[in-house]
């Protein structure tokens, strides 16, 4: 379809675009919180922004549920698909939505991948093993998808099946661990009780150290969660349970996104290693923490760790992870069809673009924005920037490279070569996940710092700033009662730290010294997928007639 397209740009009418570069800022995880002790932004010293608010054109966007293709407004937003969003100007239905379908009309089992893994087990009569994060989180996984694949093994004949649990503790309560593995205990029990049914949880370990690295950060992570999983290679423990309680007690105050790795194990030894004539499925449904994993179970030549035994299994994802590189091979669920992105058009019409942020998030800011595509667009016009992330836990560096990525930005901007420049900011987002309230306040601080240096930056330029967030989160920094939206307290009569996305709205600011422009008083909601149409207009072009409108008036 891409050769029917027709990829050249309209001027605006009324607005030929500013002098100098458009840059788009990302602060990740800074939304407008409650303002109170819970929300670290109003608590961190924020000059720049308050600048912002009081002398840029300013308004807010819903960041989260529908206004980013989740199935609900209950759902939190996250970076995956709020950069979608932001890269292509338009709301896809994504991965949550897409595999819940994909379960509720019975489309995913049948499904040639499916019969595939089920025909494989029945004939070598190994389990099938399930990987992925357990939770309901809605941003990496869905427990209630593990339980639906679980229940077809089961209405299949499958006679074994071992789950290999990812904890979560970040897009969830920080200590919920054992709520989920209570209820997956019990639906493995339920459809165990018939003789020749063999259905156990097998291993496991938080996901901050077990198996979900992203963007090559840290391969030791995947390389954990290989031994783990496919060599039964941890500490034992007679069951999940007994594994995050020991943990527990012995690191107090331990969050089990951080727990260590464990197997399941019974007089016989580890009772989930993973073996040839296998079948092999991740139900995370989203791609960047389990590419890697993906990885070493299928490329022949493997080099990023001696897996020490590569066994011959059928591995499918819930959905392909990255498009391009074809990862995995096999899958699910179809990941969204997102075509004709900014930086597509942009290239198309002979603009340059710089990419810029630390590893944590240079995914988002490239294969996410680029609608979920690798590599580059076209070299000529485009440079990528991976400033690499700090190993260190977040909360004892809550700068991050914050920084480092102004630092290269700018001096780019002042080279002149390029007319469209994007960035994020991690800080908000992974200080706020380890759930330390005053690592955030810093955090939040150091990004406005370097949001004030870009404002002085795009003045000198004569080019315009638009400063925004994916979603919430260290906005949010303590668990509330659902039903009161009282602060729960912990055991010492404190307020439980909260080291989820929040689902409030978030910051959108443009800053454009000299030019004559106000917001557009007829767009009432706006959200991401409103920033591709509104950095169009300050670039000087009108945007593609499908693309969520600008919130700049014509």
């Not at 991948?113 to 099938?128: C, G, K, N, T, Y």
């Not at 039964?232 to 423990?237: K, M, P, S, Y």
């Not at 990862?327 to 990419?355: C, K, M, W």
Request: with cysteine; proline share 5%.
């Amino acid at each position: 379809m891409a050769g029917a397209t027709n990829w050249k740009l309209q001027p605006h009418p009324s607005f030929g675009g500013v002098k100098g570069p458009v840059v788009a800022c990302i602060m990740d995880g800074v939304g407008i919180g409650a303002q109170d002790e819970s929300d670290a932004v109003w608590l961190a010293r924020t000059p720049a922004l308050d600048w912002l608010a009081g002398h840029a054109l300013a308004r807010s966007l819903q960041a989260h549920g529908k206004a980013v293709g989740m199935p609900s407004d209950a759902d939190m937003g996250n970076s995956e698909v709020g950069h979608n969003a932001f890269g292509c100007g338009r709301v896809f239905d994504q991965g949550a939505k897409l595999v819940a379908a994909a379960i509720a009309d019975g489309r995913l089992f049948r499904g040639e991948i499916w019969q595939r893994l089920v025909a494989r087990v029945h004939a070598s009569d190994e389990p099938v093993h399930f990987i992925g994060l357990l939770s309901d989180g809605n941003v990496h996984s869905h427990i209630d998808h593990l339980f639906a694949l679980l229940r077809r093994c089961d209405a299949e004949g499958v006679r074994a099946a071992r789950v290999h649990i990812l904890l979560d503790g970040r897009d969830v309560p920080k200590t919920s661990a054992l709520r989920y593995v209570n209820a997956l205990e019990a639906l493995l029990e339920q459809l165990g009780r018939r003789p020749d049914r063999d259905y156990r949880i097998a291993s496991g370990g938080g996901r901050m150290r077990v198996t979900m690295d992203r963007y090559e950060a840290d391969w030791g992570v995947v390389e954990r969660g290989w031994r783990t999983h496919v060599l039964g290679e941890a500490r034992a423990f007679r069951s999940a349970r007994e594994a995050i309680e020991t943990f527990r007690g012995e690191e107090p105050g331990v969050l089990d996104q951080n727990l260590p790795a464990f197997v399941v194990a019974d007089d016989a030894g580890p009772v989930g290693p993973i073996r040839d004539g296998a079948a092999v499925v991740c139900f995370n449904f989203r791609g960047d923490r389990v590419i890697e994993l993906s990885r070493a179970f299928e490329e022949d030549a493997f080099d990023a760790f001696q897996r020490v035994r590569h066994p011959d299994v059928i591995y499918a994802g819930m959905m392909q992870y990255d498009g391009d590189r074809l990862i995995p091979a096999q899958f699910l669920v179809s990941p969204p069809a997102i075509d004709r992105t900014l930086g597509e058009y942009l290239v198309h019409n002979g603009q340059t673009q710089l990419a810029i942020s630390e590893t944590q998030k240079f995914g988002h800011v490239t294969y996410f924005w680029n609608g979920n595509r690798s590599g580059y667009i076209d070299p000529k016009l485009e440079s990528y920037v991976e400033i690499p992330s700090d190993k260190r836990p977040f909360e004892e560096r809550p700068w991050m490279k914050a920084a480092e990525i102004t630092d290269r930005l700018i001096d780019e901007l002042r080279g002149g070569r390029f007319r469209h420049a994007r960035l994020n900011f991690a800080n908000g987002d992974m200080v706020g996940h380890t759930g330390d309230r005053d690592a955030s306040v810093l955090a939040v601080e150091a990004v406005d710092l370097q949001v004030g240096r870009l404002i002085r930056g795009i003045a000198a330029l004569e080019g315009a700033l638009i400063v925004t967030a994916d979603h919430g989160n260290c906005d949010d920094m303590f668990e509330r009662d659902a039903r009161t939206g009282k602060l729960e307290l912990d055991e010492r009569g404190l307020p439980r730290a909260k080291t989820s996305h929040s689902l409030n709205r978030v910051p959108f600011y443009v800053y454009a010294p000299g030019a004559a422009l106000r917001l557009a008083s007829a767009v009432r909601e706006a959200g991401p997928a409103n920033l591709a149409a509104t950095l169009l207009q300050l670039l000087g072009y009108r945007a593609p007639e499908d693309y969520a409108p600008s919130l700049l008036a014509d």
